[in-house]
């Protein structure tokens, strides 16, 4: 394959020929297994409230969606969902929120990351995903036994990023972010939204190049789609689900193929629009996969997006589903084991002596 350079990236993007992707693919999948091993890893995400103080203009639980009952699992939900993840032989649990940044919630995070840790021995991953927070509370949730941290950038572009957002909310400020979450020790963990209006390739390719600069150990990318409740609309009959699948799976190849031993998730939007997206995702180079571990009670509050998939299925359900399908394609799940991603191993190496393993 030729070098991987912006004007080859936006060749790709443009790529409709399924013959053709599937080199593309295929290349990438063997990048994977060069750089990274033939293990996909799976975390158990628990979206633990759909309490939000920002106004994002594509998310389902924005502030302004008022049209939708608010929850907030307990800390004893919290601990048991936890439990369950870890019973399950996921190395990991993700915490998953709306963005609050008050005082309480910052020191009940801190209290749970403690007894998550406690629960399990210490030896359940715990990463976050719970937006923008101060250095400070960053540092707190490290202290108490978070190791890795998601923030999407949502895109790369700050011009994009005004047109997807009110004006009190920064592209700068969350890069910020980004960056401290790196200061504190995180593997650190973006990605964009792929198909946004208003997005072009060359946004895309600039993603691309966003990773590399930050030199990010995970990517967890995927399509965007459209939720009615929402002020960011797509042009009428103009939203095309199979085309934002070729574009989400093509932009995890030239990921896996850029940023070459960083871990990269197969999203639940990917499979929200292919029945076996997330095969597909790990087929063409993502070696994450997020089963959702939220209480199924909860799961009809937290729709980010319309049809978001497997609300009924409960967690044991999830995880007989998605190790049929992946064993299936022929990859090894690595049960027990916290999957980090060599990138972040071979920086932090001589300075912070973290295990790889949970087990
Ligand atoms: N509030 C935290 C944050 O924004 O970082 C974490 C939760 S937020 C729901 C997680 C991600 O959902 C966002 O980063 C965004 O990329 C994604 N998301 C929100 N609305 C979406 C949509 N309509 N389509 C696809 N992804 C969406
Ligand atoms: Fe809130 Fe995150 Fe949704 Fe933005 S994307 S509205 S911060 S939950």
């Not at 939000?52 to 608010?70: E, P």
């Not at 960011?232 to 939203?239: D, M, N, Q």
């Not at 199924?296 to 999830?318: H, V």
């Amino acid at each position: 394959m030729e070098t991987l350079n912006p004007p080859a990236m936006l060749k790709w993007l443009a790529e409709k020929d399924p013959q053709r992707l599937q080199t593309l693919y295929r290349e990438a999948y063997a990048c994977k297994l060069r750089n990274v091993g033939p293990k996909v890893y799976f975390r158990g995400l628990i979206e633990i409230s759909n309490i939000c103080a920002k106004n994002c203009y594509y998310c389902g639980i924005r502030r302004d969606h008022r049209d939708l009952q608010r929850f907030s699992m307990t800390e004893e939900e919290i601990l048991e969902a936890a439990k369950t993840v870890h019973d399950l032989g996921y190395g990991s649990v993700v915490l998953q929120s709306g963005e609050r940044q008050d005082a309480a919630y910052a020191l009940f995070i801190e209290n749970i990351i403690r007894k998550i840790k406690n629960l399990t021995a210490q030896k359940l991953g715990i990463t976050l995903s719970l937006g923008e927070q101060t250095a400070e509370t960053y540092e707190r949730w490290f202290r108490a036994g978070a190791h890795r941290y998601l923030l999407r950038i949502e895109t790369s572009s700050p011009a994009l990023y005004r047109k997807l957002h009110p004006e009190d909310h920064s592209f700068d400020a969350r890069r910020n972010c980004l960056r401290d979450l790196r200061a504190i020790g995180y593997q650190v963990g973006t990605g964009v939204m792929i198909g946004l209006p208003f997005q072009t390739y060359e946004h895309l390719v600039s993603d691309l190049l966003f990773f590399r600069e930050e030199d990010v150990d995970m990517v967890g990318m995927g399509p965007y789609i459209p939720h009615a409740g929402t002020p960011l609309s797509w042009p009428a009959g103009s939203y095309d689900p199979a085309d934002h699948f070729r574009l989400g799976l093509v932009m995890i190849a030239l990921a896996r193929l850029t940023l070459r031993d960083v871990n990269i998730a197969a999203t639940t939007a990917l499979q929200a629009l292919d029945p076996s997206g997330r095969e597909k995702g790990i087929a063409a180079g993502a070696n994450i996969i997020m089963p959702n571990s939220t209480p199924t009670a909860y799961r009809k509050f937290y729709q980010l997006y319309d049809n978001k998939p497997c609300l009924d299925e409960n967690a044991l359900q999830c995880r007989s589903c998605l190790e049929n399908r992946i064993c299936g394609g022929g990859d090894e799940v690595g049960y027990g084991e916290w999957g980090d991603p060599p990138h972040f191993l071979k920086r932090s190496s001589g300075s912070r002596n973290i295990s790889s393993k949970a087990t």
